[in-house]
């Protein structure tokens, strides 16, 4: 039986973790010059972003896709707190712009429909294995963030993150 110190600790131990985990994660997306999705809401257009976020080495993917009139571009990011990038003089980013294809657009479009991405309910969870994938969607003010944690990679939420991934890195293991 566990007494009310081990419960109290292990409970404070998760929280712990969980603030560290905002914080590195917030530090990156500011590190690549990314709003939070609330701040992203509030500047008119139509935004969705896939995170890739490893907390156990304070890194990410960060890729970001905007539709403004009939313009469609993707910016993606390699994020490292430990300035890993920095060697390529990218002060710990390594960034990649591209415009996009209305095909391209409609192609990620078309994964976050069957996900049904408005309504979808995450799986809850972590591990010790894995990594944290979170796709966020903005669109006429609404926003909504989705995360799930995943060792193997497989499933409906998987698929529509790895579209957004293709995208960026249509060379298997190559970072932009």
Known sequence: MKTIAAIFLSLFASCALAEVRVFNL????QLAGQANVRELAKIPGEYY???SYDPGFTSSTIILITKSGSNFTMNAYCVSLHDYYASKGER???KQTMELSETQWREIM???SKLDFWNYKAKRGAGLDGQ??????VKDGAFRS?????????GIFWEACRSFDLLANPVPGQLF
């Open 92 to 94: 710990g980013v390594r």
């Open 110 to 112: 078309e994964k976050l």
């Open 146 to 154: 989705i995360q799930e944690w995943f060792g193997p990679r497989e």
């Open 26 to 29: 917030e530090k990156q997306l």
């Open 49 to 51: 972003r896939y995170i």
């Open 132 to 137: 944290f994938y979170i796709l966020e969607g």
